[in-house]
């Protein structure tokens, strides 16, 4: 059974730094593509960051030059460290596989990352 648990979101002031973990399970993860996806409030599910098995990774423009996305494949984790928050950044935060053309595997509870002043 495939799960993903999401942790280290929380509240922080524009231009500051959060980082999020999602550790998954019941995957191989070691040569799965991952990804980190949000959802702000009445919005879309939306692409933020991808990381193949390599380590070669892409980002949204949104959030490009600011955001890193890194993986451990010992640990079966995949992280997402934000720098320079912005409002617009407000939105829980998810990770999944990045499978264009297969479904996604069941979401996880995602974390809150909400950036205010």
């Known amino acids: 059974q495939v799960q993903f648990v999401e942790s280290g979101g929380g509240l922080v002031q524009p231009g500051g730094s959060l980082g999020v973990s999602c550790s998954a399970s019941g995957i191989v993860f070691a040569i799965s593509t991952m990804g980190w996806y949000r959802q702000a409030p009445g919005k879309q599910r939306d692409l933020v960051a991808t990381?193949?098995?390599?380590?070669?990774?892409t980002y949204a423009d949104s959030v490009k030059g600011r955001f890193t996305i890194s993986r451990d494949n010992a640990r079966k984790t995949v992280d997402l460290q934000m720098n320079s928050l912005k409002p617009e950044d407000t939105a829980v935060y998810y990770c999944?596989?990045?499978?264009?053309?297969?479904?996604?595997?069941?979401w996880g509870q995602g974390t809150q990352v909400t950036v205010s002043s």
């Open positions: 999944n596989r990045h499978h264009p053309g297969s479904d996604f595997f069941p």
């Open positions: 990381i193949n098995r390599e380590g070669s990774t």
